[in-house]
C-alpha cells in the first residue's frame, strides 16, 4: 500500500506570471512512513498535500494512491460556521459513509466542547473551533493521514492530547507532516522532505537535514539583516 | 550556526502509551469503511452536500421555509396586479392566471437555475479540500436542491392560482411540469457551461448577464408568440425557454402554439449538458480550494 507521484508538475499563474512549484517530481509515501515537509513560504508545501489528497489536480504526471487519505488536518475550511458542531459532524459522517451519532459522540468527547456542539461555529472562540477541527480529523482512521500544521490547536492540555492522538495516528499509518515547527519533524519523521531548492530533496538522515536546513535559515535571514 | 535547537525526545511516544491515552480520553476514530462503488460513493456525497445545504439555507431562522414560499408568491400577487392593469397582450378568451404561471415561472426557473450553477462554480468553495469532493459534485448537489425547492413552491403557486383565481386545472399535468423541469435543466446546461469556461475566462459570466436580463422579453412571458407578427417567429424560435412556455400553455390549456417543438428542447439540452460536462472535465484543473 502506497501514494506514488510519478513525473508530477504544477504551475500557477497569478497575474500573468509562471510559477512553476513542480516539475517532474516524483515521490513513493508507503505505508507506515512518516514523512516531514519544510520549506519556505510558497514553496509548494500545501499544495504537495492537497494534491496528495487529491483536491488540487497537478498539471502533469500522475497520483497513484491505494491506501485512503485525509483532508489536511488543521484545516477548517470544511466546516461551516453558521452551522452547529453537531450539523457539521453529520455532514462529515455522511460523507465518509459512517454512524452519524458515532461521529457526534466521538467528536464531542474528544473536543470536551459538550453543550457548545449545539451551536453554530461562528459562537465559538478560536481556540473552541481548532478543537472541533482536531477533533473532526480525528474522527475517522485513514490509512495515510496529513497534517498541515494543525498540531498547535487550543491549550496547552489540548495540544497535548492532540500530538498524542497524532502519534497513535504515526505507530499505526501513515502521517504525512507540514510544519515550520523543526522540532516535530525530528520527533515525528523518518524521512524529511525539503522544497525550495532546484528540485525537492528527501532525505534519510532527518536530523542531519533538518539541522542543515535551520543553518541555511539562519544564514539567509544574516544576510538579509546585513 | 542553527538558533533553533533540536531535539529529538519521546515525550510524545510516552504520551501516546495506552494509559496515557486512556487517561486523556483520547480514541481512535471509527476506521474508514470499506470501499463503495461508484454509484453508492456518488450518492453518499450528493447526500451529504443537499442535506449541508438545506442545513445552511435555513440555519439563520425559522421562518426560513415560510419566507421561501412567501416571496414568490408575493412577487405573483405583484404580477397578476400589473397584467390586470395592462392586459392587451393576453388574448381575452386565455385565462390569466394560466398566462402567468406559464411564463415568468418558467422563466425564474432557467435564470434561478443558471444563476446558481454559476454560484456554486465561482466560488472556491472550502469544501473542495475533501478528496471526495468535486466542484461537480458542488453544481450537481446545487441544482438538485434548487430544483426540489422551485418545484415545491411551483406546485403551490399553481394550487394558489387554480383555487384563488378559479384558473382551470391543467390538461395535461405531467407535460405542464416536464415543461418547467425543462427550463431549469436548460438553466443548469447553460451555466455549467459558463462556469467552466469562466475557469479560464472569469469576465465571460459578467459579459453574459445583459443578455440574460434581455432574455426574459423574448421568452413569452410578457407576450404570447400567436399575438406577435409572423415575421418576427423565426428570430424567436431559437430561444428554447420560449418553445417551453409555449409547451407549458399548449399542455396546459389545449391552445395551438404555432412554434412549440419538444424535439427542439430536447435536443438542445442534450447539446448543451454534454458540452458543459466536457468543459467541465476540460477545465477541472484550474479548480482549487
Given at each position: 500500500m502506497s501514494i506514488e507521484l510519478i513525473k508530477v508538475s504544477k504551475t500557477y499563474v497569478t497575474l500573468g506570471r509562471r510559477k512553476t512549484v513542480f516539475k517532474d517530481f516524483s515521490l513513493t509515501i508507503p505505508r507506515g512512513l512518516n514523512l516531514g515537509v519544510i520549506g519556505a513560504n510558497g514553496t509548494g508545501k500545501s499544495t504537495l498535500l492537497s494534491m496528495i489528497a487529491g483536491s488540487i489536480h497537478p498539471d502533469g504526471g500522475r497520483i497513484k494512491r491505494d491506501m485512503s487519505v485525509s483532508w489536511?488536518?488543521?484545516?477548517?475550511?470544511?466546516?461551516?460556521?453558521?452551522?452547529t458542531g453537531v450539523v457539521n459532524c453529520r455532514f462529515l459522517a455522511r460523507l465518509y459513509g459512517r454512524d452519524p451519532e458515532e461521529i457526534v459522540r466521538f467528536v464531542t468527547e474528544f473536543s470536551e466542547l459538550d453543550d457548545y456542539?449545539?451551536?453554530?461555529?461562528?459562537?465559538?472562540s478560536s481556540g473552541m473551533r481548532s478543537r472541533l477541527n482536531f477533533a473532526l480529523s480525528m474522527a475517522i482512521d485513514f490509512d495515510c493521514t496529513l497534517v498541515d500544521e494543525?498540531?498547535?490547536?487550543?491549550d496547552q492540555f489540548f495540544r497535548t492530547k492532540a500530538e498524542a492522538a497524532i502519534e497513535r495516528r504515526r505507530r499505526r499509518s501513515s502521517v504525512v507532516l507540514v510544519t515550520h515547527n523543526l522540532n516535530e519533524v525530528v520527533r515525528l519523521c523518518d524521512k524529511v522532505l525539503v522544497l525550495g531548492g532546484s528540485q525537492p530533496e528527501l532525505s534519510d538522515d532527518v536530523e542531519e537535514r533538518v539541522n542543515r536546513y535551520s543553518d541555511e535559515m539562519s544564514r539567509r535571514r544574516d544576510e538579509l539583516d546585513a | 550556526m542553527a538558533d533553533i535547537e533540536l531535539v529529538r525526545d519521546d515525550s510524545a511516544r510516552s504520551l501516546a502509551d495506552n494509559s496515557t491515552v486512556a487517561r486523556l480520553g483520547v480514541s481512535s476514530g471509527p476506521a474508514v469503511p470499506a470501499k463503495a462503488g461508484p454509484f453508492q460513493f456518488q450518492y453518499r456525497v450528493l447526500k451529504a452536500l443537499i442535506l449541508r445545504d438545506l442545513a445552511s439555507r435555513y440555519a439563520?431562522?425559522?421562518?426560513g421555509p415560510l419566507l421561501g414560499i412567501l416571496l414568490p408568491v408575493l412577487t405573483f400577487a405583484v404580477l397578476i396586479f400589473a397584467f390586470k392593469l395592462r392586459?392587451?397582450?393576453?388574448?381575452?378568451?386565455?385565462p390569466l392566471g394560466v398566462f402567468i404561471m406559464t411564463g415568468y415561472p418558467l422563466w425564474q426557473a432557467f435564470q434561478s437555475t443558471y444563476s446558481k450553477v454559476i454560484g456554486a462554480a465561482n466560488r472556491s468553495d472550502?469544501?473542495?479540500?475533501?478528496?471526495?469532493?468535486t466542484q461537480l459534485d458542488i453544481i450537481i448537489s446545487t441544482i438538485i436542491l434548487d430544483a426540489a425547492i422551485n418545484t415545491v413552491v411551483y406546485l403551490a403557486l399553481v394550487l394558489g392560482v387554480v383555487i384563488l383565481l378559479s384558473t382551470p386545472l391543467p390538461r395535461d399535468p405531467v407535460g405542464v411540469l416536464l415543461a418547467y423541469w425543462s427550463c431549469a435543466w436548460i438553466g443548469a446546461a447553460f451555466g455549467l457551461i459558463l462556469a467552466s469556461a469562466a475557469r479560464l475566462f472569469p469576465l465571460l459570466p459578467n459579459l453574459v448577464n445583459p443578455f440574460m436580463r434581455f432574455g426574459m422579453w423574448v421568452s413569452g412571458v410578457v407576450f404570447?408568440?400567436?399575438?406577435?407578427?409572423?415575421?418576427?417567429w423565426p428570430y424567436l424560435k431559437w430561444n428554447p425557454i420560449l418553445h417551453a412556455v409555449e409547451g407549458s400553455r399548449e399542455l396546459w390549456t389545449g391552445y395551438e402554439s404555432p412554434i412549440f417543438d419538444p424535439g427542439y428542447i430536447i435536443s438542445l439540452g442534450f447539446v448543451l449538458t454534454t458540452t458543459g460536462f466536457v468543459l467541465e472535465r476540460l477545465t477541472r484543473r484550474y479548480v482549487g480550494p
Open positions: 489536511p488536518i488543521g484545516y477548517s475550511g470544511g466546516v461551516s460556521t453558521n452551522l456542539m449545539e451551536w453554530p461555529v461562528k459562537t465559538y494543525g498540531m498547535g490547536a487550543g | 439563520h431562522s425559522r421562518m392586459g392587451k397582450t393576453v388574448p381575452s378568451e386565455f472550502p469544501l473542495l479540500m475533501f478528496p471526495q469532493i404570447m408568440i400567436d399575438r406577435l407578427p409572423t415575421w418576427t
